[in-house]
């Protein structure tokens, strides 16, 4: 990384908080030893805590405050009391060229009203969406939106699909990724107006992005394409899922070695493979769901993460800033505002 990338961080967001968000600042301290930290917070929690990691302290401010906000606050409460809450303060950092990015592990849609309210949506973007990692059989892909928007039209799958290919292209690395919509069949003529539509649009010749079409729900842990774009409805239901699956089968896996001494003595022979199943699987990995659309970088950390999430999910921001996502986004959508809705 290149010269210094200045982040906010809600100290005070997550079920760990600060401990958490200070340990993780640590640990992403090493990956990015130019990376600057702005904590928000009560600063007679943040400041021990630093004092324990004096190289961290030296790249250091803290901006005392006693407001937070609770994770079961609702939104529109926390936008119209929280001016001066941890989580409001690191976010207007942002806004007010202080820092390049905000990370925080605290009420989701407190952030997210928050940080629209703050840093605006960039031109050309109609609405800001929800988009996380998901792990699959060929390694990541992205998903859109994960909850910001339960309706969407055609235009704001478009939007989505052009932001998800900009993202994989920044954070995961990916030079043409594929982006699908996700429908109920593969088959053109499946799915409402909306989505075909937006597939429509996407198929032109000139459409700046690698368009798979459409794709199933099994598609997405096969990652038959890097970016599946869907409305934040289908997105949140299709992630919750997965991570349910996800602990049904850990418990299962877990209750079926301890079934008997056969399996006990199976599970001496399995572990080694076992962990390095766990650790590709591990949630800590693909921590940092990211609001994209916003003229600013803010990302999400889940609240039941610890400092190794954490820190990834710093990782998020920072890859954003330094590889110029903000600015890849404005130019696609110049490119896409180009393009005409074919007729279906």
Do not use: W
């Not at 960039?122 to 390694?139: E, K, V």
């Not at 099994?218 to 899922?241: C, R, S």
């Not at 877990?254 to 399995?270: D, E, M, N, P, Q």
Request: hydrophobic share 45%.
């Amino acid at each position: 990384m290149n010269g210094a990338v200045t982040i906010a961080l809600d100290a005070m967001g997550g079920d760990r908080a600060p401990d958490m968000v200070v340990k993780g600042a640590g640990i992403a301290l090493q990956r990015f030893p130019h990376a600057q930290f702005r904590f928000f917070g009560a600063a007679d929690r943040i400041e021990p805590l630093l004092a324990k990691l004096p190289r961290l302290a030296q790249r250091s401010s803290v901006h005392h405050t006693d407001e937070i906000v609770t994770g079961d606050a609702k939104p529109s409460l926390a936008l119209r009391t929280g001016r001066r809450s941890s989580m409001r303060l690191a976010i207007d950092a942002v806004a007010d060229g202080e820092a390049d990015c905000v990370v925080s592990a605290g009420n989701t849609g407190a952030l997210m009203a928050m940080a629209k309210f703050a840093l605006k949506t960039l031109p050309g973007i109609d609405r800001p969406a929800m988009a996380s990692f998901f792990p699959t059989r060929r390694g990541e892909s992205v998903m859109l939106d994960l909850g910001a928007n339960v309706e969407c039209d055609a235009d704001n799958l478009v939007q989505f699909a052009l932001m998800g290919d900009v993202f994989a292209r920044t954070v995961l690395g990916l030079l043409q990724p594929t982006v699908g919509i996700l429908n109920i069949g593969s088959e053109e003529m499946k799915g409402h107006d909306e989505v075909r539509a937006a597939a429509a649009r996407l198929r032109a010749p000139d459409a700046p992005l690698r368009f798979h079409g459409f794709v199933e729900g099994d598609d997405i842990a096969a990652g038959t394409v890097d970016v599946v774009v869907t409305d934040g409805f289908t997105g949140n239901i299709a992630v919750k899922t997965a991570e349910g699956m996800a602990r049904m089968f850990s418990e299962f896996l877990r209750a079926a070695f301890k079934h008997s001494l056969t399996a006990r003595i199976g599970y001496v022979f399995a572990a080694s493979s076992l962990r390095k199943v766990g650790e590709r699987l591990d949630p800590r990995r693909h921590n940092g769901a990211v609001f994209l659309g916003l003229d600013g970088i803010a990302v999400k950390s889940h609240g039941s993460t610890d400092a190794l999430g954490f820190a990834n999910a710093i990782g998020v921001a920072v890859d954003m800033k330094v590889n110029g996502f903000l600015d890849k986004i404005r130019s696609g959508v110049t490119a896409l505002a180009a393009l005409q809705t074919p007729a279906l």
